[in-house]
């Protein structure tokens, strides 16, 4: 993937350079503000002239020992050149391969049974949904998120560990660097307006939601239903409507946590019936 910074994040990048400040701490700076650390290693390698930093505390030179520049490996979906594969026996359609920013769409990523299944299993869970506290790492209501839900941890049942396996091998993420699924319920009016996922470097309580698993890379949305109108995953930067389909999934990556990746994306509001998703937010370290 592309790695794009913003000239406020390079102008800083030179400041701290020019003062003398040492790489490797300006990579956990940044990776405590909410960066990637790949993302994190590949701007100030380039920056600094360095193509590796000491992982190793014992190195004479820490400061110019090396290590891999290469931004550690995001999720990537089995997709490119194909249009189907098959997991675990489980055909899987490819219907749209977009590669900047990386965004797939899938066709029977889970069948009819497995969604009703995870449907009937959330029906008396359900509770308004909350958002990400931006000052305090918390959550809280918002009017933007009109929708109501319930989670699932990978191994609450013989059907969510093979649905949270699929989902493992379809984006090549490890299962455990994954939040629990999500199960959201929009009824008539009820929307999300568009966002990102990402925890934002620039809000007090990122690195209190850091500390579970550190940033989040991608997120895989999947259709438990077909509402009868409205309810579609629009990304407005790149003028990309995702009809919600049953069985159907969306997945889309970000390999950094500002607009440049152009992930804004939202729930439009449902027109007639109701709709159901699932939702999975992966991390770039195990979630805990």
Sequence with gaps: MVIQATPELLRWVEEQLGRGCDPAEMIDAMVTVGHARGFAESVIGKASGKTRFAADPSSENTTTAEINEVPEPLPAPLASGASSVVVDGHRVAILANIHHPRIVVF?????????????????????????????????????????????????????????????????????????????LHYDVGAEYQP????????????????????????????????????????????????????????????????????????GTPVVAGEKWIATRWMRENVYA
């Design 195 to 266: 966002h990102y996922d990402y925890f934002s470097p620039d809000d007090a309580g990122t690195p209190t939601l850091l500390t579970h698993g550190g940033q989040r890379v991608a997120t895989l949305i999947t259709y438990l239903n077909t509402p009868e109108a409205g309810g579609a995953t629009v990304f407005p930067d790149i003028g990309l409507e995702v009809a919600p389909i049953r069985g159907n999934a969306v997945f889309f990556a970000y390999e950094s946590p500002t607009p440049a990746s152009r992930t804004l994306h939202g």
């Design 107 to 183: 066709g029977n990523l889970l069948t009819g049974d497995e969604c009703d299944a995870l449907i009937e299993a959330s029906r008396p869970k359900l509770e308004r949904s909350e958002t990400v506290n931006r000052a305090n790492g918390g959550t809280e209501l918002n009017e933007a998120r009109t929708s109501e839900g319930t989670y699932f941890f990978h191994d609450a049942s013989p059907l969510l560990e093979k649905i949270n396996r699929r989902i493992a091998q379809v984006t090549r993420w490890p299962l455990a660097h994954g939040e629990p699924l999500q199960i």
